[in-house]
């Protein structure tokens, strides 16, 4: 069955991209799940956190699927897409891509939705004064 791992290329800009490490694999020898939700929420704050102009907070983790597993060398990129823009919260879709050994064409492994709180200097949620997100007019 057709499914969503079937894009062609991926969505959104680059935020982060790594190589994929011995250090971070599981008992199986395929890249931890943890560590590539770790590396798609610095890369959806790394987006909030431009659009908000500051500091912002993880407050949610509300959806994540793992299409396919990565290896270790595999280049990993995370590209992220603002999808909603609330008062003091945002929603990011994050979509992770490789390319195996570091060549060919990319591959859709995972991707999620992850909500960040934009902060004040205190720590308290922040209004969003930027609501436009570029590409959307
Ligand atoms: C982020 C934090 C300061 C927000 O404070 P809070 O008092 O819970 O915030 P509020 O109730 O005023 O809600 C703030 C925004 O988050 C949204 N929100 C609250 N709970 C949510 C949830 N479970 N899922 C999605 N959004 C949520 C609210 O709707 C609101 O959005 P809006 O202003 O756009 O309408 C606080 O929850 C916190 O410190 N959490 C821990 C953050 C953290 O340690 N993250 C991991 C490391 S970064």
New binding site residues.
């Given amino acids: 069955m057709a499914d969503s791992s079937e894009k062609k290329r991926p969505q959104g800009e680059l935020s982060i991209r790594v190589l994929a490490m011995p250090a971070d694999t599981n008992p199986s020898g395929h890249i931890f799940g943890g560590w590539v939700l770790g590396q798609m929420d610095i890369a959806g704050s790394i987006h909030a956190s431009g659009q908000a102009g500051g500091r912002v ?4 983790v509300d959806s994540m699927v793992f299409h396919k597993p990565i290896h270790v060398g595999d280049e990993v990129s995370c590209y992220t897409r603002i999808t909603r823009i ?4 945002m929603s990011v879709n994050v979509e992770t891509w490789v390319r195996r050994a570091r060549l060919g064409d990319p591959i859709h492994v995972t991707e999620g939705r992850f ?1 960040y ?1 934009a ?1 004040d200097a205190q ?3 922040a209004e969003i004064l930027n609501k436009t997100v570029p590409g959307t007019n």
Avoid: D, F, K, M
Wanted: proline letters at 7%; aromatic letters at 0%; hydrophobic letters at 35%.
């Fill in positions: 907070a993880t407050i949610a609330g008062r003091t919260s909500t709180v902060l720590g308290e949620p």
